[in-house]
Nanobody
């Protein structure tokens, strides 16, 4: 499984960024797609996840500000981040689950990470 992320950067508080991730696999198909983030000294945390059927869930800290979307035909997932705050600064990671024989069997697939820095 290969995941290629793009879209991080430096933005002022209140600004917006859009992250993208493209997944490719030769064994199985892409199931749920998610974004996690990890700030210095903190554990990696779930930001948003979207299932292959389209259901989604957000961390409370980003509800109303972030939007996750996917294009299943292209196996891509995006994260539109608006009204960014300094506490959103972190390395953001794309994560996907791989489905084989009709069920998710592999969740440990991560992108290289992209830095998001929000200046106050």
């Amino acid at each position: 499984v290969q995941l290629v992320e793009s879209g991080g950067g430096l933005v002022q508080a209140g600004g917006s960024l859009r992250l993208s991730c493209a997944a490719s696999t030769t064994a199985g198909r892409v199931g749920s797609m998610a974004w996690y983030r990890q700030a210095p000294g903190k554990q990696r945390e779930l930001v948003a996840v979207i299932a292959d059927g389209g259901a989604f869930r957000y961390a409370d800290a980003v509800k109303g500000r972030f939007t996750i979307a996917r294009d299943s035909a292209r196996s891509t997932v995006s994260l539109q981040m608006n009204s960014l705050r300094s506490e959103d600064s972190a390395v953001y990671y794309c994560n996907v689950a791989i489905i084989r024989f009709g069920r998710p069997v592999d969740y440990d697939n991560w992108g290289q990470g992209t830095q998001v820095t929000v200046s106050s």
